[in-house]
């Protein structure tokens, strides 16, 4: 088990070397001009020689890869163009906004997701069943742009019950950083007005972005449990008599949700994609946002260290799905 | 099947199976009301898409011409969609914007399917390291999020819609190899294969007219369902200020913009944006509803 950890741990290290090679030949190899965006509309050849020269943009692509390389594994990941603050920075302060509000969405999902369908399943057919899936077909089809926006209409400018946008008050003070999560740094130094802040600016985004990951949960749950349900050894059970509960929770449950597992790992990498909409409707400073900018002008440095870091939370959840589906299903084995 | 008499002449007796058959999934598609509803949004959209020339309420607004006079106009009679900041009727870019999602969702699959087809049957006839090769760089592909890859290629190429649709489809091509290739590789193994290549049929033939046939069905059902969710990559480019450029009306650049103008002018919003949710979710229970008729196993 634990050689197994590390196994697949130490894998991730060739599969970044590769994207980092792909990421870095799409920068550097597609049409644009990065150091003309950078030097201004009005710059003389001589600036754009010099911009270029400070971020060795001048030397042949592989002899920048090796340079890149090199710094990123002395914590070095460049310095953007635009903002002149070296890349690792802007990540350390980007990633825990991002982290924070894909979490959030994640939790919605499953705490949600898990009983409905569970719910769905059991009551197959009836008048809950189909509501549910009628309506989680339109939440997958629902672009999350669009509902944020609809959030925001309903309840930050009607309703006025929640914040329009951003990660905390302009006019207060967030909490001191210790994880970078304003959720979690507020409850860890017991200021629950803080606290209270930070969670009512999260609702709305998390909300955004947890309906379709909230939809696929609840129908695979649905089928799963409805495949677990026909199983020989529940008609056993049942014959036995067992309250219905009790086979419900304890014999079920396991089963079922160790199949909707897998789904909810890749939504992990779907939703830190997705932040990008939904980071960009409700101004919330994180990675998508970062790299929204960073695209529209063509600075790479941060696309690239945007797109490593985002991998790598996606094969380290990864590991972590399929640690989880041993623990949970006994027939699963690591090797 | 079993029913058909077995007295008739061959051709005729495929002839009455095949119509059986056809019968029978139009059935199975009509039974889900949901799949139905799918297919008609779908062809209403396609319609409306192909007639837009012809049925544009203000045909000029299309190219940029500008109206301030009339501007932000709630929906009413004479425009019902309301009007944008400019005066423009949202009814007429809302149409003219199904040409753009339609013409660029359709294109970015058919694209995806040729080349990540063919890379797939490359890795799954071939095997050995060029198989390694292809299927370790759609695995590379696959870890970056499509969303953030398409917008750093369209950045990159520049604004304009074949920009972008080349960009979306560097995305999306890797998982048809992958799902090709494992179809391929599978029906490699399988005994009708190796008796026709033990009769001498050449690999191009082999390929053409054994293999691939037999994978058509889960590539249909993706390709069906892959459409709806290409229209929705191509509004979220238009939604961040990548891909298509003002005057083209784009469904996702028009709610970008209308978002400077929420709450008063709320139509400027909620058109576009359902006409996004509707194209979707159209191909979307299409898609469902095409996976229950050809591939009747994964029902429910």
Do not use: C
């Not at chain 1, 909300?207 to 026909?230: G, W």
């Not at chain 2, 949004?41 to 544009?56: E, G, K, N, Q």
Request: aromatic fraction near 10%; charged fraction near 10%; charge should be neutral.
């Amino acid at each position: 088990m634990l050689w197994y950890v590390i196994r697949r741990l130490l894998l991730i290290i060739p599969t970044l070397l590769g994207l980092s090679v792909i990421v870095f030949a799409i920068a550097r190899l597609l049409p644009g001009d990065p150091v003309g965006l950078a030097a201004g509309p009005n710059a003389t050849p001589e600036v754009i020689a010099s911009v270029a020269a400070e971020f060795g943009l001048d030397k042949p692509i592989p002899v920048q890869y090796w340079t890149y390389l090199t710094g990123l594994l002395q914590g070095d990941w460049g310095v953007s163009l635009f903002t002149r603050r070296p890349v690792a920075a802007d990540l350390a302060e980007f990633v825990p906004a991002t982290l924070e509000l894909v979490i959030a969405a994640l939790l919605i999902a499953v705490v949600v997701g898990i009983p409905l369908g569970l719910l769905a399943a059991i009551r197959r057919d009836g008048i809950f069943d189909y509501l549910t899936r009628t309506v989680s077909l339109g939440a997958i089809a629902m672009p999350r742009f669009f509902l944020g926006l609809l959030l925001q209409l309903a309840f930050a400018m009607a309703l006025n019950w929640l914040p329009l946008s951003g990660r905390f008050p302009l006019i207060e003070f967030p909490p001191d950083r210790i994880t970078g999560f304003y959720t979690v740094d507020a409850l860890l130094i017991g200021d629950w007005h803080a606290f209270g802040l930070a969670l009512q600016h999260l609702a709305l985004p998390a909300l955004a972005l947890s309906l379709s990951p909230l939809a696929t949960i609840l129908r695979m749950m649905r089928a799963s449990t409805i495949e677990v349900l026909q199983q020989d050894y529940i008609l056993t059970e049942r014959a036995l008599g067992i309250p219905s509960w009790i086979i419900l929770f304890k014999y079920t449950l396991r089963n079922a949700v160790s199949a909707t597992l897998t789904v909810i790992g890749l939504y992990v990498s779907w939703l830190l994609g997705g932040t990008v909409l939904v980071e960009t409707i409700f101004d919330w400073p994180g990675l998508g946002l970062y790299s929204t900018q960073a695209i529209l002008g063509q600075d790479f440095m941060p696309v690239i260290g945007v797109t490593l870091v985002i991998a790598m939370i996606y094969l380290v959840t990864s590991v972590i799905v399929d640690i989880l589906q041993a623990v949970l299903n006994p027939k699963v084995r690591l090797q | 099947m079993s029913q058909t008499d077995t007295t008739l002449p061959r051709a005729q007796l495929a002839r009455s199976a095949r119509a059986e058959a056809r019968a029978r999934a139009i059935y199975r598609f009509r039974q889900s009301w949901l799949s139905v509803i799918g297919l008609a949004i779908a062809v209403v959209l396609v319609a409306v898409a192909l007639l837009a020339p012809w049925i544009l309420p203000y045909p000029d607004d299309v190219t940029g011409a500008v109206n301030p006079a009339v501007a932000f106009q709630p929906p009413s009679a004479a425009h019902w969609f309301g009007t944008n900041s400019v005066g423009q009727d949202i009814l007429t870019l809302v149409i003219y914007g199904s040409r753009i999602s339609l013409l660029s969702g359709l294109t970015v699959i058919g694209l995806a399917l040729i080349i990540g087809g063919a890379l797939g049957v490359i890795a799954g006839w071939v095997g050995g390291w060029i198989d390694e090769v292809i299927m370790r760089i759609t695995d590379l592909l696959l870890t970056i999020p499509s969303l953030i890859l398409a917008m750093a290629v369209a950045a990159a190429l520049g604004t304009g819609i074949w920009n972008m649709i080349i960009a979306i489809t560097i995305t999306w091509w890797p998982t048809y190899a992958r799902l090709v290739r494992a179809e391929v590789a599978a029906k490699k193994q399988e005994q009708f294969v190796t008796a026709s290549r033990v009769l001498g049929v050449g690999p191009m033939r082999l390929i053409g007219r054994h293999v691939l046939p037999n994978i058509v069905t889960p590539v249909v059902v993706k390709a069906s369902l892959d459409v709806g969710f290409a229209i929705l990559l191509v509004a979220s480019l238009g939604f961040v200020g990548i891909g298509v450029k003002p005057p083209t009306p784009e469904w996702g650049t028009m709610l970008a913009e209308a978002r400077n103008y929420m709450p008063q002018y709320w139509w400027t919003a909620i058109f576009p944006g359902t006409a996004i949710f509707l194209a979707v979710l159209a191909f979307n229970l299409l898609g469902d509803g095409l996976r229950d008729v050809l591939d009747p196993r994964t029902r429910r």
